[in-house]
Antibody, heavy 116, light 106 residues
């Protein structure tokens, strides 16, 4: 069974840093491109980042470029999103998602709250 | 940056056909996907590559994409289809979601 489980969310002060993780199981992570998507409370979905199966190709949304860094460790079946210089508007539920036929599997999300 | 636009809300009576549109410049030249999200749940892909339906998605869900508009069509809409729907497209190394459409079945 394919599973994606995000973790690492929490409360962080503006300007602070946080790394969220996505632990995967039920498939070979290196065979799949992966994405991070977030959803602010009561709002729509916002695409954040893409990483290829090998990690050699990475893309970011303009809203996070230069502040967020995506990485993966295929041997550990894990995906990461390092977030720096966090702002109040980064408060959201952060999802990792597998890409095959669209984003075909999503985790349950981890909540990041940026507040003083 | 590329943008796609959806109507905020669509209403449909049970058993009728619901159509949700997604507009973007030359969207027909790109692939569109559609996701369904119910309250408190993660999104689920219902259409990918414009018109393909993942296994487990009912046949009443269909999609098309031409010109500047992609359309999600739900035939014989059921109460269980009430949800938020998001289109998604890819352009120049950027993936983008529409703002979402709340489908009300009443």
């Amino acid at each position: 069974e394919v599973q994606l489980v995000e973790s690492g969310g929490g409360l962080v002060q503006p300007g602070g840093s946080l790394t969220v993780s996505c632990s995967t199981s039920g498939f070979t992570l290196s065979h799949y491109e992966m994405h991070w998507v977030r959803q602010a409370p009561g709002k729509g979905l916002e695409w954040l980042s893409y990483i290829s199966g090998s990690g050699s190709t990475i893309h970011y949304a303009d809203s996070v470029k230069g502040r967020f860094t995506v990485s993966r460790d295929n041997a550990k079946n894990s995906l990461y999103l390092q977030m720096n210089r966090l702002r109040a508007e980064d408060t959201a539920l952060y999802y990792c998602a597998r890409a095959r036929d669209g984003l075909d599997y999503w985790g349950q999300g981890t909540l990041v709250t940026v507040s003083s | 940056s590329y943008e796609v636009t959806q109507p905020p809300s669509v209403s449909v009576s049970p058993g009728q056909t619901a159509s949700i549109t997604c507009s973007g410049d030359k969207l027909g030249n790109k692939y569109a996907c559609w996701y369904q999200q119910k309250p408190g749940q993660s999104p689920v892909v219902v259409i990918y590559q414009d018109s393909k339906r993942p296994s487990g998605i009912p046949e009443r869900f269909s999609g098309s994409n031409s010109g500047n508009t992609a359309t999600l069509t739900i035939s014989g809409t059921q109460a269980v289809d009430e949800a938020d729907y998001y289109c998604q497209a890819w352009d120049s190394s950027t993936w983008v979601f529409g703002g979402g459409t709340k489908l009300t079945v009443l």
